[in-house]
Each structure stands twice: as C-alpha cells, then as structure tokens.
C-alpha cells in the first residue's frame, strides 16, 4: 500500500505537517517495504485550488491513503473520487505517522476537518427593512403639518456576518385636517337646496383652511 503522508521536510524523520493543500513536502511510503520518495508541494503558494491540486498529485502517484491534518470539501470530494482514504490524527514524524496507522491508531475521515466559514466570511444578511411608515394624520405636525410619519424603520436583517438591513421606510405624510363627516340630508325634497348650500358653504370653509394650511 502506498501511502502519501504531509511532511515538513523530505525525509522519513521530518515532522508531520497538518495543512494537506498546503503542506511543505508530500512524502510517498511504501507500508511494506518502508521505501519512501519526497517531492515538495508545488501548491503551497497557490492563490485558491491548493487542496484540489494537492489531492491530484497524490491520486496521480497512486496512494491510496493520505496521512495528515486539516482537509477542505474541495480536497476531499476530489480524494473521494480517486477512491483515496484519509486519515487524521497522526502525530510526531513521517516514520511514527506510519506506524500509528499499521498499528490502527488513526481515524479515518469522511468529511471535511475543516470549518465551512474558514477563510470566508459566511454574511448572509438578511437585509429586507419592514420600514412601514404611516404618514398619513399621523404626523408630528411641524408647524404646517408636514409631519414626518414614524417611518424609519431598521428591519432586522442583521445577519451572521454582518448584512445590515436598513428598511428606510420615510413616511411623508402630509397631515390632513380631519374633515367632519356630514350626514346624508334626511329632509323632504323641498329643503334639499338649502341642504346643499350649507354643505358648499363648508366646503368653502374646508378649502380655505387647506389654503392657509399649506402657506
């Protein structure tokens, strides 16, 4: 069984390094013979893609296990379809990596070790504001009733990572004079003309405390 083991150095007693995609060496041992080839870790300085291309190499050399720490999804899906196992857990040198796993002392890993939010702030902000402003009469009136309807709302989308939902929800209100309902005339025929320039004559009232209202 070949096995591929993360490495400080490119020898049997260097110490186990626990970044997989970004380790310094990848030593190759045969569990067996004890036969082993070093070669240093073209990724280590890659921007992104480090774990994918770290789990190519070794697909590539044919181990069918990797000894080491921490492992990306990327990484491990891409190990995962190369039929590869990984096991965590090992400590010390390349030499004792290898013999915790003769002797069963690793555990295997199915899934990522590594936290889901590494490296990437996980904001999903919910940032919808429920600023409903009823402006409407309800207005700080301001001397000519522009009243600013208590609208501000801060909606609560405050995520985990920090998405700030501001609801502006400014309402402009223009306080209206309350205008007093008039009873539909209840009176015979005769006096509906005398009914109707009674409610003109408010209505001109009304008028002119809108105009003096707005000045």
Do not use: W
Not at 2 to 15: E, L, Q
Not at 60 to 70: E, L, N, P, S
Not at 124 to 138: E, H, M, N, T, W
């Amino acid at each position: 069984m070949k096995i591929c083991v993360t490495s400080t150095g490119p020898n049997m007693d260097a110490s186990v390094d626990p970044r997989f995609g970004r380790c310094q060496y990848f030593v190759f041992v045969n569990s067996e013979t004890m036969e082993h080839e070093a070669m240093p870790n073209p990724g280590i300085g890659a921007s992104s893609g480090a774990g994918i291309q770290a789990a190519q190499i070794v697909a590539d050399k044919g181990a069918g296990v990797v000894i080491t720490g921490q492992v990306g999804p990327n990484a491990i899906q891409t190990l995962g379809a190369a039929d590869i196992s990984i096991l965590t857990g090992a400590s010390d040198t390349v030499n004792d990596a290898i013999e915790q796993y003769k002797s069963g002392r690793l555990q295997q890993s199915g899934s990522t070790t590594v936290p889901a939010s590494s490296g990437m702030g996980s904001g999903a902000g919910a940032g919808v504001g429920a600023g409903a402003g009823a402006g409407v009469g309800s207005g700080m009136g301001a001397g000519r009733g522009m009243g600013r309807g208590g609208g501000r709302g801060r909606g609560g989308g405050r995520g985990m990572g920090g998405g700030m939902g501001q609801g502006v929800g400014r309402g402009m209100g223009l306080a209206a004079p309350v205008i007093p309902t008039l009873p539909l005339p209840s009176q015979p025929a005769q006096t509906l003309d005398e009914e109707i320039q009674a409610l003109e004559s408010k209505m001109i009232e009304i008028k002119a405390k809108l105009e003096e209202l707005k000045k």
